[in-house]
């Protein structure tokens, strides 16, 4: 993620795609660009989408942690990471926009 801001929300009323939706709407708001990408805390993960995840890999059922859980919310992909801190997302914008050109 080249661009990115770490947004806090540990409202027990919202589910996480509320919150992902609430960050979303304050970055776009702050810094006129719509985010693309947004690490939480494994914990924080939906169950269903871990559930689907494990339910239909092959081997022996564990989680392989070198790898992120990731799903789709709110038009912004949503993966796992345990350096972000419970209830925290850091939200931005992942490569290059499209509405800029790439540096040659």
Do not use: Q
């Not at 080249?2 to 970055?27: C, H, Q």
């Not at 919310?73 to 499209?98: C, D, M, Q, Y």
């Amino acid at each position: 993620m080249n661009i990115g801001m770490l947004w806090f929300d540990n409202d027990p009323k919202s589910d996480l795609e509320t919150k992902v939706e609430r960050a979303v709407a304050y970055y776009r708001d702050k810094y006129g660009k719509v985010p693309t990408l947004c690490f939480i805390h494994p914990s924080m993960m939906p169950t269903a989408a871990l559930a689907s995840k494990n339910g239909g890999s092959k081997g022996n059922g564990r989680e392989d942690n070198s790898r992120s859980e990731r799903y789709i919310t709110a038009g912004v992909e949503v993966r796992s990471n345990r350096s972000v801190l419970p209830n925290h997302f850091w939200i931005g914008v992942n490569g290059v926009s499209k509405a800029e050109p790439e540096k040659v």
